[in-house]
């Protein structure tokens, strides 16, 4: 497998299109040894994420990291921002960000970061200027804003309503669905606007290269048309100030909701469709839907995502901070190549992939949310982080990094390879799905379905086609066998005028051969491949 795969010279673009490892810094990697990962951590571990060197193969190959909230904060998820304008000093200074960012440059790694706007903690300023006043405040009075304007910041109201908290001493309520310490935010006030915009600017100033946005469908709960309008004006400023900034927003809803909220502009939304234990990734890797059906709705969500952007970004991932890791989600002891399979077809979507810090050596951790966010596996106690407090003890199924890393069959080298296909293969990312005459005319010796057409059981087989024609030497036909046996596919049914295809790339998750023999092409179970 890897002989194959290396035998091709990454291609790599500069543009959006990137593989993002998201890190939730509190669990990473400790510098100081307080037992708390911090910025200077993730520093020291870029040339793991990526060394910026094609001619090695000892790193992972991300082009692009995902940071989770780093602003000053009174919890260890840090949702709950206390001054936008500092590190919090867990994490480091101001210097290390700034560090980190001209590093990962170095790499070519691009670095977005968790902006908070739905709501801020309590011990904000805007809030604590806004909780003194109405405490001052006659009961009977209307607060006047030109003596405080930070009223007008939250969403204050006399009337208890679902998701409201009275604040204490007055007989206000104010809104905070999440947490009565995550006071919301009111995103329709230009004040508030203009607050957030300055932040942003701060931050690209910086040398930040984009956003991710928590929670947008909360903006203006259960306003979808309010929401899309927030999304507008923040990406349409963000732009003006940096044309080439990535937004990608979290929408939790299913592509038939969130597809409107492309609409906005931004660049990216997350995939919630093909996400977690009953996402249509698992149900793959699991047997309980089919390959056919992990590529078909990948043609279903193009199409929808694009009718409202025609610059829209698919955002896929399998897992993130708020759900169990992927790892718990195939028991026994015939596991391993279902978890390696599924980050595998992560790996295959088009638009940006995102890998959860952990995922690649299989950690594990399900149950409450300190469960999820637990200490990298790194296997050393050097830069070992404690994990959050009231973090239940884990007992991991897979080795640490320092075992993973010398087993060629291990999970941690399977998804380095499929990134390393990403990085080789521009359709992977960028190309639009194609099942064309000519692959509906294939069939193959499918188990479950013998003599069914290719795009009916577990073998499927599909094109990537970039979208414009002079890069057409870059389109590939992918081949993935999702059963439990080995399939047998007669590649020379394709009936595609003077082709003649070879194998370019390949993922073999039970360590079966991939071969392509006088046409037939042979895929073991759960094996991919890439031809031209």
């Known amino acids: 497998m890897k002989a194959v795969n290396s035998a091709n010279e990454l291609k790599m673009i500069d543009d959006k299109y990137r593989t993002f490892y998201e890190i939730f810094p509190y669990s990473f990697y400790d510098t100081d040894g307080d037992g708390i990962g911090d910025l200077k951590g993730i520093c020291e571990k870029l040339d793991y994420i990526n060394d910026g060197n094609p001619e090695t193969d000892s790193d992972l190959g991300f082009t692009g990291i995902w940071l989770m909230p780093v602003n000053t904060s009174k919890t260890y998820h840090k949702y709950d921002v206390v001054d936008y304008y500092e590190i919090d000093p867990e994490y480091g200074s101001m210097e290390d960000f700034e560090l980190l960012i001209e590093e990962a440059h170095k790499r070519g790694i691009k670095v977005i970061m968790d902006f908070v706007i739905n709501h801020t903690s309590s011990e904000h300023e805007w809030f604590k200027e806004a909780e003194s006043y109405l405490k001052g405040l006659d009961k009977e009075a209307e607060p006047d804003l030109e003596k405080c304007p930070y009223v007008a910041y939250y969403n204050f109201s006399r009337t208890n309503s679902t998701g409201c908290t009275l604040l204490s001493g007055t007989n206000w309520y104010y809104e905070c669905p999440f947490w009565s310490e995550m006071p919301d935010l009111n995103l329709e006030n230009e004040a508030v606007r203009a607050e957030i915009e300055k932040i942003a600017k701060f931050y690209l100033d910086k040398g930040i290269d984009g956003f991710r946005l928590d929670a947008v469908k909360e903006y203006v709960s259960g306003n979808d048309e309010k929401n899309i309008e927030i999304l507008k004006w923040f990406n349409d400023y963000v732009k003006s100030v940096s044309p080439e900034a990535y937004i990608v927003g979290e929408c939790w809803l299913s592509s038939s909701t969130y597809a409107k909220y492309y609409g906005s502009g931004i660049d990216s939304l997350f995939d919630f469709d093909f996400a977690d234990k009953s996402g249509i990734i698992a149900s793959v890797a699991k047997g309980t839907q089919t390959a056919s059906n992990y590529v078909k709705s990948q043609m279903t969500l193009e199409d929808s995502i694009r009718s409202y952007s025609e610059s829209a970004i698919d955002a896929p991932f399998y897992t993130n901070h708020d759900m169990g890791r992927s790892a718990g989600y195939f028991p026994g002891d015939d596991a391993l190549p279902k978890v390696k399979f599924a980050q595998g077809l992560n790996l295959l979507m088009s638009g940006n992939a995102f890998v959860y810090y952990g995922e690649e050596i299989g950690m594990k951790g ?150 392509l023999e006088n046409g037939i092409l042979r895929l073991p179970a759960y094996g991919i491949a890439l031809l031209q």
């Open 366 to 515: 399900t149950g409450i949310d300190e469960n999820k966010r637990g200490p990298m596996q790194w296997g050393t106690d050097e830069g070992m982080c404690k994990g959050p407090s009231g973090m239940e003890d884990i007992k991991q199924k897979y080795p640490d990094l320092s075992v993973q890393e010398k087993d060629e069959g291990s999970i941690y080298n399977y998804v380095k390879e499929a990134i390393r296909l990403r990085n080789t293969f521009p359709a992977l990312s960028r190309g639009k799905i194609s099942i064309e005459e000519d692959i509906i005319a294939l069939y193959a010796s499918d188990t479950d379905k013998p003599g069914e057409e290719i795009t009916d059981g577990n073998v499927i087989a599909y094109y990537k086609k970039m979208e414009d024609e002079k890069d057409s030497a870059d389109d590939i036909l992918i081949v993935i066998n999702s059963g439990k046996a080995a399939a047998e596919i007669d590649i020379s049914m394709i009936d595609n005028v003077g082709m003649v295809y070879s194998i370019k790339g390949m993922l073999s998750a039970d360590g079966g051969e991939i071969t």
